[in-house]
């Protein structure tokens, strides 16, 4: 998964490693019929890096306007903010959008978010990253469960 990742993190977009993690992950031995299934469906629906910078995020930023959330309101943000980011792997930054948005729908100052940009560029690196390695988990997981015994990736010809 190293060769996906730094390709993720480097470009910040969970989709520019799609092709290098399918083949990664049919290198140890999982089908092709499982791999071409869990990892497009995981760019759709299994964003883990962008669902926990979300949720993250807008505490922070609630926090840092002053705003305490009730329990409820944190659950609910948290239930928003999963379905809103579905989609959002494929462009670098689409995570912020969705931040502002559903800061707005809860009523929390869009200033709060001026402080995360600082540091956004590093996070949307961090974020691809993370939904990339994700989605080979969920991969190896759902090919375990099917029964296959995974190999030792075989070294490229003409490599030792």
């Known amino acids: 998964m190293k060769g996906p990742a730094v390709i993720a993190f480097s470009t910040s977009s969970s989709e520019a490693a799609l092709p290098r993690a399918m083949q990664a992950m049919e290198e140890p031995g999982v089908s092709r019929r499982i791999v071409s299934f869990v990892i497009p ?48 792997a494929g462009i670098p930054r689409a995570s912020l959008v969705v931040l502002t948005g559903t800061l707005a729908s809860f009523s929390i100052p869009m200033s ?26 969920a991969t190896a997981v759902v090919a375990r469960m099917e ?11 003409g490599t030792r």
């Open 112 to 137: 709060a978010v001026a402080l995360i940009l600082g540091v956004d560029a590093v996070m949307d690196m961090a974020r691809s990253a993370t939904n990339v390695i994700g989605n080979c988990l």
């Open 41 to 88: 469906t995981g760019y759709s629906f299994n964003l883990d890096g962008t669902t926990l910078f979300l949720s993250l995020a807008a505490l922070f930023a609630a926090q840092a306007a002053g705003i305490e959330l009730t329990f409820q309101q944190q659950v609910m943000m948290g239930f928003s903010l999963i379905f809103a980011s579905k989609g959002a």
């Open 147 to 157: 029964g296959t015994r995974f190999s030792r990736p075989r070294p490229a010809s």
